[in-house]
């Protein structure tokens, strides 16, 4: 009995020894790998980690944690603006190469800005235009700048009539005008100043402020289109209308809507028709016989006579006024002292030296 009980005792303690000699094995075999230590700062602490079950490595230099499959604690990095921290390999990736080439800010998960002309949309830059037709800056929900020839409306972009034709285009296509505001009309393609109606008819050619030019036969006057009397009716004609000439130069009258030069008829004459004078010149007068003017002093017989009608006398030379006192008239001096007068009792101007009464007389100044 003793025997075997001392028999299951060594039995016992040769277990206990395999089983060590089992486990110091093991211990050997894998304590290169747990045996990696951590710096300070993993943990937020100073003191180092060890035994941690995996090596990190393989997973970048920055990893300070990990598992199996993925790193858990990364050292502190500082990445540029178009990178990010990749958390699994603990290092700076570029933005371009994880989303495409125009991402320009990133973090791990998504694209967040992309360069003029491109959207983020989830992980990739899209291209405005391909969202909104020639747009050229945009967010994901609309346009914000416009190719040039396009301006915003409503978050797209619409033809800009105004920069591709002017300011005067109301609509258009991106080859032509098609409308135009007020006061303008379309010439060609574009918009063009409508003349005639900021300046009145027959106004051809004008800027904002003037009318330029004029149909031929009329010229500018005072910013407008007048009709250019002398080109439609004769160099003589001064004044007319759409029809006729109303009015000509001194000694021309209008005779079949042209201006008749009087002097055909008489060298004297300031208005006629086509067979006589109707007007002389002062001094003339015409004559009942001829129709033709004829000195006043000739056909009155009347010295100093001025103004005559046909045989009569009716106007004198200064100094002189028309007298009746033997019957025919005549031309009788002023009195003393009158320069001028229309009846001898009335003068109109006075001599040097002489003052002029109410009277009408002109009464020699008293010398004291």
């Known amino acids: 009995m003793i025997i075997k009980t001392r028999f299951k005792r060594a039995f016992s303690l040769i277990e206990l020894l395999i089983s060590l000699i089992v486990i110091s094995c093991i211990t050997a075999a894998f304590t290169p790998i747990i045996t990696k230590k951590f710096s300070s700062g993993v943990f937020g602490g100073s003191d180092t980690v060890s035994d941690i079950t995996m090596e990190c490595e393989k997973f970048g230099e920055n990893c300070k944690l990990c598992t199996n499959n993925f790193c858990i604690a990364c050292s502190d990095l500082s990445c540029s603006d178009n990178q990010f921290k990749h958390d699994k390999s603990c290092s700076c990736k570029n933005c371009s190469e994880e989303y495409n080439e125009f991402c320009i800010s990133c973090d791990s998960n998504k694209c967040s800005n992309c360069s003029d002309g ?185 010295e100093n006579c001025d103004v005559c009608n046909g045989r009569t006398c009716t106007g004198c030379t200064y100094g002189y006024y028309v007298s009746h006192d033997f019957g025919p008239a005549y031309c009788r001096d002023c009195p003393s002292g009158c320069y001028d007068c229309i009846a001898i009792n009335n003068c109109t101007s006075c001599k040097p030296g002489y003052w002029h009464h109410s009277t009408g007389a002109c009464i020699l100044r008293s010398s004291t």
């Open 118 to 302: 491109y959207y983020p949309d989830k992980k990739n830059c899209i291209k405005c235009e391909n969202k909104y037709e020639n747009c050229i800056k945009c967010t994901s929900t609309s346009c914000t700048e416009c190719a040039n020839g396009y301006k915003l409306s409503n978050g797209n972009c619409v033809v800009d009539c105004n920069e591709l034709f002017g300011s005067a285009c109301t609509t258009c296509t991106t080859n032509s005008c098609n409308s135009c505001i007020e006061g303008y009309q379309l010439d060609g393609t574009t918009c063009k100043m409508n003349c005639t109606t900021k300046f009145g008819p027959n106004c051809t050619a004008c800027t904002d402020t003037n009318c330029t030019g004029c149909d031929i036969g009329y010229k500018l006057n005072n910013n407008k289109c007048k009709i250019d009397c002398a080109a439609k009716y004769g160099e003589n004609c001064t004044n007319c209308n759409e029809t006729k000439c109303t009015g000509c130069k001194s000694g021309y009258s209008i005779v079949n809507n042209t201006c008749f030069d009087c002097s055909k008829i008489s060298s004297y004459c300031l208005t006629c028709t086509s067979t006589k004078c109707t007007k002389c010149r002062s001094g003339y007068g015409i004559s009942d016989y001829s129709g033709k003017c004829s000195s006043c002093r000739w056909l009155t017989g009347v």
